[in-house]
């Protein structure tokens, strides 16, 4: 009995789909999970928020490379199945290392070397799983489109600050140079800018760090997207660096000067629209150079396209049980890390719930927005800040909401007064590690601070909430690899925390302060009904 041409050709269309499907459920997965852990950092931090641009940056540049493909290519062989054994390696050690990263990210979502590792894992078993399923040449092709995500991840801490503060200081010194050579006298002072009608401060968005890894992400997409070699590719990136380095320097320039002619209030009608036009005017000047460069590039010449083939490889059927095996495996981790973490929370009691009503009906009473760069940080849902007046004596609060999700458990306890008030240059007592209030029926723990040398005194009050636990009355927690270790290791993740911060500023003595806050929590506190605690966003 002989089979058809056509029977033989179903089932090799068949083999095809079956495989495609096969390939594009763990790289679906891979990619859907990393592209979802970045969005808080893309959101949240303006600095990254052109990371939301690179996804269908990447899939444009992969839909060019496939429709550019000959007929050649498209139909050439596959590598088979341990053709190349240390790519077979590289999957394996790359799938098992999956599981730990994501047991480590449960707990520290915001860790950048966590997100780096799920980046390099993602990009690293997306090009082997070409390489072994469709060929050499297809990663060859690929390769770039794939890895040219990684400009969305955020740099690395230390990296990070590093060129923020050697922008700052050069920023600062040329801006002054050049005001002087315009006969307006300047004085630098660190990342101040001093002037005759005040002084001018430069931030992390004024350093032109923005500008600078948004121009490296425009010249390697240009880079690509013209296919330029690897010279000129590396000249557009260094002619980018230094058109974003002009046009910021440019920039502070306009700024100092507007507030040496204006005064510093007349800045934040000046800041955004010249932000604005230095990204534009480099976006546009570095288009124009990438075009410039394609033009002069020589042609090569193209091998001639068949009129048969649509330009799709074809992939090797023969691996599906090793795809089969890859995405149980990716199935098996993510249940294993939620397994983990839903094992020790169900151990632990759910603690009440409780908010707070602002005592609005006080003439006096303001509210404030916070400062986005706070959010940026503390990356909480809910936050208020109020500021009132009542018996001759100054109030301010701070109340914020984490609600269960991608915040680390452990991102707090980094941030309280004494770690915040102290990188802004306040001197701050601890005068009570530990104070138990009352309020609503509940036993809240404070910290009790006190400002140093400020008339009247002023004392401020720091309540860190779990919603998890009723073991509250946790430590300032300065992060390491313990610490964030710890939390993995003791299945903690973040099912939701509340702060309450109250500063009172009068001419009382501790003791006094203390009974008058218990007082005012009395009116401040309402609590909420117990209810389970949600479930942490897997």
């Known amino acids: ?59 444009y540049l992969i839909s060019r ?164 070699g690897r010279g000129r590719r590396l000249g557009l990136v260094l002619a980018g660096f230094t058109l974003s380095f002009g046009f910021n320097l440019a920039r502070m320039t306009v700024l100092v000067w507007v507030a040496a002619r204006e005064g510093t209030g007349a800045i934040a009608q000046w800041h955004d629209p010249t932000g604005v036009t230095i990204l534009l005017a480099c976006f546009f000047t570095l288009w124009g150079l990438g075009n410039w460069l394609a033009r002069r590039q020589p042609v090569a010449v193209a091998p001639a396209r068949p009129e048969s083939g649509n330009g799709w490889p074809e992939v090797n059927g023969r691996c599906n049980p090793w795809l089969i095996g890859l995405t149980g495996w990716l199935i098996v981790a993510e249940s294993a890390v939620e397994g983990w973490y839903r094992w020790h929370e169900q151990r632990l009691p759910t603690a009440a719930q409780w908010t707070v009503t602002w005592p609005t009906n006080e003439p006096s009473f303001q509210l404030t927005a916070l400062p986005e760069r706070t959010r940026q940080m503390l990356r909480y849902d809910d936050g208020q800040r109020v500021g009132w007046t ?29 770690v915040c008030m102290t990188a802004a240059g306040q001197q701050v007592a601890t005068l009570a590690p530990r104070t138990w209030l009352t309020a609503a029926g509940l036993e809240l723990p404070f910290t009790l601070y006190a400002l140093d040398h400020t008339e009247p005194p002023v004392y401020i009050f720091y309540c860190l909430w779990d919603d998890r636990t009723s073991a509250q009355g946790r430590d300032t927690l300065y992060l390491n690899y313990g610490t964030r270790l710890g939390p993995v290791v003791q299945g903690l993740r973040n099912p939701g925390q509340r702060s309450l911060e109250i500063a009172l500023r009068g001419d009382l003595d501790a003791g006094q302060a203390q009974a008058i806050v218990e007082q005012q929590l009395q009116r401040l506190i309402r609590r909420e009904p117990t209810s389970p605690v949600p479930r942490s966003a897997p």
């Not at 179903?10 to 459920?25: D, E, I, M, V, Y």
């Not at 980046?119 to 072994?132: K, N």
């Not at 001759?392 to 007064?417: C, D, E, K, S, Y």
Request: charge should be negative.
């Open 1 to 59: 009995m002989t089979t058809s041409p056509t029977n033989i050709a179903t089932h090799a269309g068949r083999s095809q789909r079956s495989t495609w499907l096969w390939l594009a459920l763990p790289l679906g997965w891979l990619w859907w999970h990393l592209i979802r852990h970045l969005q808080v950092e893309w959101t949240l931090n303006p600095q990254y928020g052109y990371g939301w641009a690179v996804p269908f940056l990447c899939a």
């Open 65 to 228: 490379k496939l429709g550019s493909a000959n007929a050649s290519e498209a139909t050439g062989p596959a590598a088979a199945t341990g053709e190349n054994k240390m790519a077979w390696a590289g999957l394996v050690g790359l799938a098992m290392l999956y599981a730990p990263t994501r047991l480590i990210e449960e707990a520290n979502p915001e860790w950048r070397l966590i997100s780096w590792a799920l980046a390099g894992e993602t990009v690293g078993l997306t090009g082997l799983v070409i390489y072994l399923w469709l060929g050499g040449r297809w990663l060859r092709r690929l390769a770039f489109p794939v890895a040219y995500f990684l400009v969305a991840v955020p740099w690395p801490t230390w990296l990070e600050v590093t060129v923020i503060q050697s922008l700052t200081r050069a920023d600062a010194a040329l801006t002054v140079e050049l005001l002087n050579g315009l006969g307006i006298p300047a004085i630098p002072h660190g990342n101040v800018i001093e002037v005759a009608t005040g002084e001018v401060g430069i931030d992390e968005a004024c350093s032109g760090i923005r500008s600078f890894q948004a121009t490296l992400m425009i010249a390697l997409f240009l880079g690509e997207l013209y296919q330029l």
């Open 390 to 418: 009542a018996d001759g004596r100054n109030w301010q609060a701070i109340f914020l909401h984490w609600q269960p999700g991608r915040t680390a458990v452990h991102l707090v306890q980094n941030h309280t007064p004494e």
